[in-house]
């Protein structure tokens, strides 16, 4: 009885037991908000620029539309709009001009998560952050992505699919963190603190547009124990071409997405989904200078992105 | 009378003799849709990288919020949700998530003016586009902004300001094509053919955050020749550190934003608006890596951007 | 060749002798805008709740959702939120609450087509308003459905299904003046200067729930001829349990929707779409007091409405 | 000691002894959605109209725009638009259209609080319904407004201002039970079951033109204990002259709009907020006939309206 109480009594106050662990501030002590960026420096931005070979550049970001499947209720539209035009009126007497109107989530299609996006069981997220106290409405009031400065980095393609012999992964299909380490060997590219890692399972290329609601329902991705894996080696970020780069669905389905949180919350390393790696698997480009400058809107906690891969 | 029957048989057949000139096909193709981006290709990308010396990085697109002034009705807003979660509801038990949704125009802040934003007087655009045809309400059918590859060319920022000696041209205030030739000397960075090229005029620097009605109201910047200038030197994009690039009240009242339809519509160039190019002026970097990879939208006229530069 | 220039210069001069005929006042006066809600008055009113027999009220609005079709590219959301409860957060220690945030078209489902909606082909509108001068962007500046007045008005649902004795009428099918006669004989409800006519073919009942898309693709409806019948009776308003009032595909199919013309242009009487007149009819509830307070949003074109009828 | 362990015990339990008490399901029966318009009839409807004398009819909705102030962070724009007639273009032959687009809450100026709008500190709503379960981002799946059929009723305005001698009300100032059966007195309109009761403060017409961020920021209202009274009388909606019904700021700040709770959450009446009760109380029209037809939209929380007063 006295431990039942004892029990009742933590949990009285707070203390789920089965929860989350108690938070440990970032390295990059309490205020820091950009996690992983912090490993960019002018030093590593030099070295990684050595990869620039031939000057092909890739671009990372698919395009999305009304019809591109989105984590529900995600969607989006776009309003083409001639203000002041309309019935061929002119604003100005020597042009005409469109504009446009976006009204929809940022997070469809190639996106980054940024570390307000996904936190642990209790509402904490990276550096011991209460979405309680920086989740405002309007705008996170912290660990928004305005915040995170170019991250202008190495850039490794894992090819997993090629690495098993198939065109793709197929959906739930995980890979493990020996996989992880036997493409870094097969492909002579070992995985280095601050660089950015991308997984190419063949997922987008062959499902987006031949089904585009297969490909949005489930995925092949990574094991919880890979993004471990990879926060341990310090990269600033990691992506795949899948829309969630955890598998999908989770082998054990209360850790869905855990690699996120991992990630995210726990490593303050960014997540890139749905980046289109086809093509540079297809160059065998498996290193290249990786370029993102995310559109900076204040409080935005995810965003649609179009990185720039250059070797 | 012969002569008024004549000019207003002329008139009735749509042919407006004090209009735009006829439209002449892109030297691209008359199925061309992304103008002067086909500059760009692996050698010069190679060449222009060599610009990295030091590996530092600058993010050249601003933080807009719904304060942010931009060209009327432009406006935004930001909605920061946690779909499934509310009352602490979990939607999965090992994480929380925040998502958000933006509704605003594409053209805040920081933004790039793809070939379809701008048309002369008649309602054509880039490469003969006519607005009637590719101006589709739920997107462009041509010349949308996904369609541009990644612009990564060599940078060079132009200081109008240092070169005028002032910390900022005031509103009105435009600079000619013999200021652009003595920057240019001056810096001893000449444009060549396939730059990114921005002008610092200081205007949003001095202006954005301590008055930001006047800094939206007017601009210094480019006149209509430099414009033509740049044109002819066959550049990528044009730029400036103002939210229309074209000074603005414009000298010839009835020609305002004029430079858009000689760059936009006439030679495919790329404009891009409110970049941040004090950090590159101060360190004194006027030639740089450029590199923009835009959210692809699909059909999308305009663009938020953040590009960044690297020296 | 005199008479080919002097056509060339009507033509020059804009006078398109093919196209509208040129724009009369309205009876109400040059500055009106509420049109034939002008015929509604005290007396009026009191006249008609005499229709008021049994008490029973009718709903003649539908309920809307995203899955409801409409006229491309209308569509809509609901987003329902919580500000400031983030993960259990309490912005007040007392309560919880919900808000919610609508986007999208005000013309789906049953609406109010206000006088700014339709024009002729020239661009004009009710009470020769020219859209150039009035559809300003963020609102009309003239004609919106903000002014009208509360329609109450003696409400007569004329059962044209049930008349031709089909439990609907097919798309495409319309009904002429003289159906529009003998249905007021056969019921006793003679139309009356001021009333709100509506028409029920059956077509929403039959097909909205069983096959959407369909629904919204075509219709029954009135000929041209009925509208011009009505608008020579000066009733208020026009509805009819279809989307579009006006048979669909139209019989002349450059004359398309030339009822809504006829009604609103050139009389300044209201359309009322997508009505819920099967329970009336159900009851031959044929005459009732119909009561219509729209939402008052400055400017708006049109607005979702649910008119109440009391019998 | 066991007793602090048995209030833990209770509190870890969930039990929360400070809070909101024990739900009861409604007297309309626990699945019920409506609440007290369950007390509409025909029979109450038919007696409420006799209360048109005159045909007057009374707008009850104000207009609303971008610029009227709401509760944060609440907000509107409106967007008139022509799809496919870009620079003059025609998508029919013999007309032009304008459509549009709302984007903001539903609950901005004159507005219905639905049941799902308000519930206790615990997230329960009316008829023990837990947010948890109902409140989904999409829509409501129980208690949207759409729910409500016709609130036809008698209406009875209070004159409260007129009773204390000013032109209006002062902000944080309150009326008693006290004074409200003073002003049935005085005006000879006692309260009934089945009524809307509307209070006329004076507030929105002294101070929602003159200074809309002060009308916005404070108000008159109700006092709690009015709420608890009007419940007891059965009534079916209450309803005043200003943005929150509730007095505010509210004399105990923590019990800060239990108005709402009270009438929402406790007792399944409606909440009518910024009703124009001004043009009632200036023609002494006390009583009227009450009819209110809200836009359908399914799930949502609130709506914007404009109830149709006749007497």
Redesign the interface.
Known sequence: MRQL?SL??L???GVNVLAAPPCAPSSWGAEDEIGAANL????????A?QL???????????????NTPAY???????????????????V????????????????I??QLDGL????????IYYNCN???DF??????SKLGT?NV??I?ARGVVLDMAGYKGVPYMKAGEYFTVDDVKAVQEKQQTPIREGDVVLFHTGWTDAMLASDPKVWGSAAPGQSEEVAQYLADLNVVAVGADTWGLDVSPAPVP?????G??ILL?ENGIYVLETMNTGPLVRDQAFEF?F??????????????????A?R
């Open positions: 109480c009742l009594v949990w009285g106050l960019i420096t002018p030093e590593s931005v030099l070295a620029s620039i070979k031939t000057g092909k550049t890739y671009s990372l970001g698919i395009t999305i539309d009304s529900p209720p995600r969607q989006m539209s776009l309003q083409v709009v001639q203000p002041g035009q309309q019935q061929g009126r002119r100005m007497p020597n042009l005409t001009y469109n504009d446009d109107i976006y009204i929809g989530w940022l997070g299609g190639s307000g996006h996904v936190g642990d069981s209790d509402g209460d979405a309680k989740a405002q409405f309007t705008g996170l305005h400065p170019p202008v209360e850790r869905a997405s855990q996120h949180v919350k200078l370029i993102l400058g995310q559109a900076k809107v204040r409080g935005a906690v995810q965003m649609i992105i179009n990185p720039v250059i």
